[in-house]
């Protein structure tokens, strides 16, 4: 099976029938004979004692719920994926190989026997892994296109960023998420894409033309902001795994030429559709 | 206080990228809920950072800065040991 996610191709190898998310149905590509950017290879059920003294690099958890961990395995990673459904139990274990092409993922079987080898959180990490390798970033954001121009809205959660999503399909905009893109370099431009979620939808893409880190605010205003203030302002909304210098510094290089080419904006806004013809008069 | 050893062991635990004429520092972090935590260094900051970086011994660095800033040394000591605090406290370490 191949999926194809913001013009990168996963190939996923599996000697038994796999059980896919709804969300990443629209993502198969059956007929792709490209250089896949990721392999994958499903194993049935959960080996014992796989990580046993090894390091700990990373722990994912919001206080209240546990993701994943992540430890060095040999010279790659080894990750142990939490069921979102049953705290503390294991849904899958994964390595992956210190060049982030190549993965194994250990999958308990479902009830009725199936595999999902991207049962969340696992298809938004083997994506997070794809693009700090590949000059590309994914962002919490939404994404809009007007028919000429694509615009970012990102901030913390609640500030409105699927609020404002809607405010622009009202005025007749498409939305390309409201929730998690991926950004990559195509030539002298960026490009957001879509990627898969709990439900379907079809894979779509937009350029990047303004970024604007949003608030809820009593009147709509916006204001510029450039150097290390939009870098660091922008890289605060990414998906990122800071436990390795590498990841860090191409995440960071991608950012900077991303805020030296799109202007970023600090944007506060009345959730009505005032804000569509105000931030079109006011975008330079 | 701060020293050139523990100023190596903070300055690892960083990636640095120079943006304009500002620093932006990102601390390496084990968990995910520190990954929003980056540091944007003023002219102070950048003054410290970039001359113990450059090898300049401490007490060097105090007079320095003394009268780059017209500042009482005891001052810049003070302030230096906030520096070295805020970044240690960055890096949930203490040195």
Same mark, same amino acid.
């Given at each position: ?6 013009? #990168? ?5 599996? &000697?038994?029938? =796999? ?29 014992? &004692? ?11 958890? !919001? ?15 080894? $990750? ?7 705290? @503390? ?8 190989? /210190? ?15 199936? +595999? ?16 700090? /390798? ?47 893109? +991926? ?30 880190? +949003?608030?809820? $605010? ?23 795994? !800071? #436990? ?9 290089? #991608? ?13 506060? #806004? ?15 | ?23 932006? %520092? ?19 900051? /950048?003054?410290?950072?970039? !001359?113990?970086? &450059? &090898?300049? @011994?401490?007490?060097? =660095?105090?007079? !320095? ?15 230096? %040991?906030? $520096? ?12």
């Amino acid at each position: 099976m191949n999926l194809v996610v913001a013009d #990168f191709l996963i190939q996923i190898n599996a &000697g038994f029938p =796999l059980q896919i998310d709804a969300g990443y149905v629209p993502y198969i590509q059956v007929h792709n004979t490209n250089c896949p950017d990721v392999i994958i290879e499903c194993r049935q059920g959960l080996p014992i &004692g796989l990580f046993d003294d090894c390091k700990i690099l990373f722990e994912a958890n !919001n206080g209240h719920h546990k993701f994943y961990t992540i430890v060095r395995y040999g010279e790659g990673f080894g $990750f142990l994926i939490y069921s979102q459904q049953f705290p @503390d139990e294991i849904q899958q274990i994964a390595l992956l190989d /210190k060049d982030l092409k190549q993965w194994e993922i250990y999958t308990r079987p479902e009830l009725d026997g199936s +595999i999902d080898p991207m049962k969340y959180p696992m298809g938004p990490i083997v994506l997070y892994y794809l693009v700090i /390798k590949n000059e590309a970033i994914m962002i919490h954001a939404s994404g809009i296109f007007d028919g000429e121009k694509g615009r970012l809205f990102t901030g913390f959660s609640g500030t409105g960023k699927s609020t404002m999503a809607k405010l622009w399909k009202h005025n007749g905009s498409t939305i390309i998420n409201d929730d998690r893109l +991926i950004i990559r370099k195509n030539g002298n431009r960026y490009v957001m894409h879509n990627t898969p979620m709990y439900y379907a939808d079809q894979p779509m893409s937009a350029s990047v033309d303004a970024i604007h880190l +949003i608030r809820h $605010f009593p009147k709509n205003t916006t204001q510029c902001i450039k150097g290390v203030k939009a870098v660091s302002s922008v890289m605060a909304f990414c998906i990122q795994n !800071n #436990f390795d210098k590498l990841f860090i510094q191409n995440c960071i290089g #991608f950012i900077s030429g991303l805020c030296t080419s799109v202007r970023v904006y600090e944007t506060g #806004f009345v959730p009505d559709t005032s804000i569509v013809s105000f931030l079109n008069g006011h975008e330079d | 206080m701060m020293n050139r050893q523990n100023f190596q062991q903070i300055k690892a635990g960083f990636v640095i990228k120079e943006i304009g004429n500002e620093l932006m %520092l990102v601390p390496l972090s084990s968990n995910v809920s520190k990954m929003n935590e980056l540091f944007t260094m003023n002219e102070t900051g /950048k003054f410290i950072w970039e !001359n113990l970086n &450059g &090898g300049m @011994d401490m007490e060097a =660095l105090i007079l !320095n800065m003394s009268e780059t800033f017209d500042v009482a040394p005891d001052q810049v000591r003070q302030d230096i %040991l906030l $520096f070295q605090e805020k970044l240690s406290q960055m890096l949930s370490c203490k040195l």
